[in-house]
């Protein structure tokens, strides 16, 4: 697998989150060398992006430079009233950077409408998470455009190259985030409401945290950049505390299982 040494790339120290602030804060005042610095610092997240496009037909460095555009349009555009890393807010950025890029060079060719409408509702999604400080749902998407969410899900879904609910969607040192965590449901069942009732009873079993973080994920069905806003903390904590959760959920769930065993011999 190729390395960041091997496309002799320069080596900057990662920033941390006030220095991060701090520069951006200056390049909005229209410091260039910072911006410069924002720009050196955010190479390795670059980097690491780009190589999930692997083996799609395309040199990673030609990638890369796609990518690093992405990441320049991040730091133009972010809004430091936004209570979310800078890094979380880029990477979807970086992400759909490169997909445009190869999208519009894919052979497979997608209707003019489509195109149109899938660039009217990636240009809305960004004017409505500026505004709302979130990721807008589809059904605020289709209001703002006056587009059913069938042709909105349509046009996204013809111009995206395929990807798995379990492809890792970012990753720092710790927990990596997958598609499967952006992912809500929007439908319910008495099967579904039942399962909630006996999951409220387990998890008062759990820590405050633990229980705080599981219920806004399973039983108020919010997403982790949802709950991370909601709770102050960056979507890659609210990825690690939901996992730690699970684990002991799992636990107090194989434990109650065993005691049922016991009794019934």
């Given at each position: 697998?190729?390395?960041?040494?091997?496309?002799?790339?320069?080596?900057?120290?990662?920033?941390?989150?006030?220095?991060?602030?701090?520069?951006?804060?200056?390049?909005?005042?229209?410091?260039?060398?910072?911006?410069?610095?924002?720009?050196?610092?955010?190479?390795?997240?670059?980097?690491?992006?780009?190589?999930?496009?692997?083996?799609?037909?395309?040199?990673?460095?030609?990638?890369?430079?796609?990518?690093?555009?992405?990441?320049?349009?991040?730091?133009?555009?972010?809004?430091?009233?936004?209570?979310?890393?800078?890094?979380?807010?880029?990477?979807?950025?970086?992400?759909?950077?490169?997909?445009?890029?190869?999208?519009?060079?894919?052979?497979?060719?997608?209707?003019?409408?489509?195109?149109?409408?899938?660039?009217?509702?990636?240009?809305?999604?960004?004017?409505?998470?500026?505004?709302?400080?979130?990721?807008?749902?589809?059904?605020?998407?289709?209001?703002?455009?006056?587009?059913?969410?069938?042709?909105?899900?349509?046009?996204?879904?013809?111009?995206?190259?395929?990807?798995?609910?379990?492809?890792?969607?970012?990753?720092?040192?710790?927990?990596?985030?997958?598609?499967?965590?952006?992912?809500?449901?929007?439908?319910?069942?008495?099967?579904?409401w039942f399962d909630k009732i006996a999951l409220r009873d387990i998890l008062q079993r759990l820590t405050e945290k633990h229980r705080k973080v599981l219920i806004?994920?399973?039983?108020?069905?919010?997403?982790?950049?949802?709950?991370?806003?909601?709770?102050?903390?960056?979507?890659?904590?609210?990825?690690?505390?939901?996992?730690?959760?699970?684990?002991?959920?799992?636990?107090?769930?194989?434990?109650?299982?065993?005691?049922?065993?016991?009794?019934?011999?």
């Open positions: 697998m190729m390395k960041l040494v091997d496309m002799n790339l320069p080596r900057f120290p990662l920033l941390t989150n006030d220095e991060t602030k701090e520069l951006l804060q200056k390049t909005q005042d229209g410091d260039e060398k910072a911006r410069e610095r924002l720009i050196n610092c955010n190479l390795k997240l670059v980097f690491n992006l780009v190589r999930r496009f692997d083996n799609r037909g395309y040199e990673l460095e030609d990638l890369f430079q796609i990518g690093t555009i992405g990441l320049i349009k991040a730091i133009d555009k972010f809004d430091l009233t936004y209570d979310v890393k800078f890094s979380t807010y880029a990477v979807p950025m970086i992400i759909g950077e490169i997909r445009r890029f190869l999208r519009d060079d894919s052979p497979v060719k997608v209707s003019r409408s489509l195109k149109k409408i899938a660039y009217d509702v990636n240009r809305k999604r960004e004017e409505l998470t500026k505004e709302f400080g979130r990721e807008p749902t589809i059904q605020e998407i289709s209001d703002s455009l006056g587009v059913s969410m069938e042709e909105i899900v349509t046009a996204s879904e013809a111009i995206q190259s395929p990807t798995s609910i379990h492809d890792t969607l970012y990753q720092d040192d710790g927990d990596p985030i997958y598609v499967l965590d952006q992912l809500r449901n929007e439908k319910d069942d008495e099967a579904v806004m994920r399973f039983i108020q069905d919010k997403t982790q950049s949802e709950v991370a806003k909601d709770i102050g903390l960056s979507q890659v904590q609210v990825s690690r505390i939901e996992r730690q959760a699970l684990v002991a959920l799992k636990k107090i769930v194989s434990e109650g299982d065993k005691s049922k065993g016991s009794q019934g011999v």
